[in-house]
T-cell receptor, first 114, second 115 residues
């Protein structure tokens, strides 16, 4: 079945550092790809998404490009802030019959120090 | 404000004592689902519902029940909880668009401990 693999954490960076969190996927079809973020004590929030190859999703300074040739959707930010400390999840959207299901990576914890 | 509301946020219970975790959304979404989140396993889908009175099993349905009597509510029922159901639970909802990929909205989570 479809699957998502993302880099293990925790990732610890200093403020204003460059961030990359790697995400690769396997899928039989052409899934949509997502990054969700989970801030401490809160639920999951959609950070950005891309629905087809070469699409770039962006939000709050974060970007990710849907690369079909490398089956990747790496998350990047040029200058992280302390407020970006959270757990980041890569996911793909899979349709199985009537079920629209999200397949998740295991999450990458990011800690940004001042 | 668009939101998915779960209750309770935290629950400690004993083995075998029936419990219900409620989930309500105010966005008139057709599609709702429940996930559990466990260390090293990520999020796994428990049950989903395409619309009122339409529910089906996800990947890990054993030990759980759901109902969808109203569009806005999708409670998760544990008839006889066991310690292996100790987990963090999330409810999610999204619209059932034909075109495009709808965003899934998540509740804040329910941390359940079964002793």
């Amino acid at each position: 079945g479809d699957s998502v693999t993302q880099m293990e954490g925790p990732v610890t960076l200093s403020e204003e550092a460059f961030l990359t969190i790697n995400c690769t996927y396997t899928a039989t079809g052409y899934p949509s790809l997502f990054w969700y973020v989970q801030y401490p004590g809160e639920g999951l929030q959609l950070l950005l998404k891309a629905t087809k190859a070469d699409d770039k999703g962006s939000n709050k300074g974060f970007e990710a490009t849907y690369r079909k040739e490398t089956t990747s959707f790496h998350l990047e930010k040029g200058s992280v802030q302390v407020s970006d400390s959270a757990v980041y999840f890569c996911a793909l959207s899979e349709y199985a019959g009537n079920n629209r299901k999200l397949i998740w990576g295991l999450g990458t914890s990011l800690a940004v120090n001042p | 404000e668009a939101q998915v509301t779960q209750n309770p946020r935290y629950l400690i219970t004993v083995t075998g004592k029936k419990l219900t975790v409620t989930c309500s959304q105010n966005m008139n979404h057709e599609y709702m689902s429940w996930y559990r989140q466990d260390p090293g396993l990520g999020l796994r889908q428990i049950y989903y519902s395409m619309n009122v009175e339409v529910t089906d099993k996800g990947d890990v349905p054993e030990g759980y029940k759901v109902s969808r009597k109203e569009k806005r509510n999708f409670p998760l029922i544990l008839e006889s909880p066991s310690p292996n159901q100790t987990s963090l639970y999330f409810c999610a909802s999204s619209s059932r668009k034909i075109q495009g990929i709808p965003e899934a909205f998540f509740g804040q989570g329910t941390r359940l401990t079964v002793v």
